[in-house]
């Protein structure tokens, strides 16, 4: 699947995103009526279906924790404010040593004050409060592994978001598949009782003029009644295959609507070869696989786990700037306090951790190695992948071509059974037989193009290309 750039891909997903209300139940036939192309259904469904919808959730919440992580780079605005009160005893008891002190080492200092005003009374109330900028300097590594992870934290969303993409466009290229062969074995079943019932009406009249007796009717009728009823079926999965595919779209009907849905769809149920061998197709699916890539991200992630799990034995180093406010401790006065700037810098080095460091580099190595082992059992599963569709390839194709000269066979047959019949050189069993094995290699035909057609789009899906550009197109 080719790569998009990250901000084209964000772009991509908000352009595609549905405008508010277009989940809105369907209430109008001719929205349904429409022709659409199969090409039509996937884009339609990248845009509304809920699996898709969801995983764009995913993506926004994995922005959110990119952010997160960069914080440790920008600088913060921190602002502290503190405020206490002193009981009176405390501050007289000190007041009262402080006095001891001094007129013992100061002689008149007691005479002094009684000669002057009395000494102001000490605030019991202290507040303090500054605003400053702090900005980290060296953090032990976690600086720029907090960079990094932020990126591929982002890269690895939008690669696991175009996973769960293309596996809902190939169940919606699957679900238009089943729409389309369900109509064809309708048109079957549709064609065996009309040949039935034609051969209904001869056995009646044979009966009349006396040449086959009432039991060759009854024995038409039984098969005719057996047609209608497999008919019945035919039309009831039909039906069940159109609401699945609605589903799929992220359609939400109106409950007054009919369950047989007037789709009207346009791209023909065709064997398209697929243009690359096995080994190219192999090739491709490790190289655009998003699955693989998101796990190489994953790695990566696990890599700047450890060295933020090994910074935690490192210095860590804070500059800080700003302006402080604070109490005098002579006056009660909350309107007159000293203010200043301050500046200056931290330094913190944990010593000793109590071998916390040590865990957390031993769990980070060893989810390091977890993910390697993830990223080739994935290619692994990724290369069975490829093979098995490829295999399924080969295997519908082979159905299709000996169910075409089976079909041939089956017709020519039937007609020659048909005119010996009329001749009274047949029996009406060897009609029966005839025209059971035409709607058999009608019906295996019609299986052989589905399983074929829906091959193909997993085939694609493996490889990691674009339903939407190599799938979706008519053939």
């Known amino acids: 699947m080719p790569r998009l750039p990250t901000l084209l891909l964000i772009a991509v997903l ?18 349904l ?35 997160q992580l960069k914080a440790i780079v920008y600088p913060k605005l921190v602002n502290q404010t503190q405020y206490s009160v002193v009981q009176d005893s405390l501050i007289e008891a000190n ?24 000494p102001a009374k000490t605030n019991n109330q202290d507040w303090n409060s500054d605003i400053r900028v702090v900005q980290s300097v060296y953090e032990g590594g976690r600086i720029g592994a907090a960079l990094r992870s932020s990126r591929l934290i982002r890269d690895q969303a939008l690669l696991s978001f175009q996973a769960t993409a293309a596996d809902v466009l190939l169940s919606v290229s699957n679900a238009y598949d089943d729409v389309l062969s369900t109509a064809k074995q309708v ?11 034609e051969y209904l009406k001869v056995a009646k009249t044979k009966a009349d003029a006396g040449a086959v007796t009432e039991f060759e009717v009854l024995r038409q009728e039984v098969e005719v009644a057996n047609a209608q009823a497999a008919l019945v079926q035919a039309l009831g999965a ?17 409950t007054d609507l009919s369950d047989d849905l007037p789709l009207r769809l346009t791209s023909p149920l065709l064997a398209r070869p697929y243009p690359h061998p096995l080994s190219a197709a192999l090739a491709h699916a490790l190289v655009w696989r998003t699955e693989v890539a998101a796990l190489k991200k994953e790695e990566l992630l696990r890599n700047e786990a450890i060295v933020a799990a090994k910074a935690g034995t490192k210095p860590s180093l804070q500059a800080f700037a700003g302006y402080e406010l604070t109490s005098r401790v002579q006056t009660r006065n909350a309107g007159d306090p000293l203010s200043g700037g301050i500046i200056g810098g931290q330094l913190s080095w944990p010593l000793f951790d109590g071998f916390l460091t040590k865990g957390r580099v031993t769990e980070a190595v060893a989810r390091r190695g977890k993910a390697g082992e993830a990223t080739a059992e994935t290619k692994r599963i990724v290369e069975l992948q490829v093979r098995a569709a490829w295999s399924d390839l080969r295997a519908a194709r082979a159905v299709l071509d000996a169910q075409t000269k089976n079909i041939e066979k089956a017709v020519q047959a039937l007609s ?7 001749e009274g050189a047949a029996t009406q069993v060897e009609v029966l037989s005839a025209q059971t094995a035409l709607t058999d290699a009608r019906t295996l035909y019609v299986q052989g193009l589905r399983n074929y057609s829906v091959a193909r789009s997993r085939l694609i899906r493996a490889t990691g290309e674009d339903l939407r550009r190599s799938g979706g197109r008519q053939g």
């Open 95 to 118: 007041q009262n040593r402080q006095s001891t002190v001094s007129e013992a080492d100061i002689p008149g200092l007691g005479a002094l004050r009684l000669e002057g005003n009395p």
């Open 14 to 31: 908000g352009m595609c995103s549905p405008v508010h209300g277009a989940n809105d139940a369907i209430d109008s036939l001719e929205t």
């Open 416 to 422: 020659l059974v048909q005119t010996r019949y009329d």
């Open 33 to 67: 009526r429409r022709p659409l192309s199969k090409a039509d259904a996937l884009n339609i469904a990248f845009a509304r279906n809920g699996t898709v919808l969801q995983a764009r959730k995913d993506v926004e919440a994995a922005t959110g924790v990119s952010i």
């Open 238 to 254: 039909h039906r069940v295959a159109k609401q699945v595919f609605a589903q799929q779209l992220g359609w939400n009907l109106a």
């Open 187 to 197: 048109e079957v079943r549709q064609a065996s009782v009309a040949l039935l019932t």
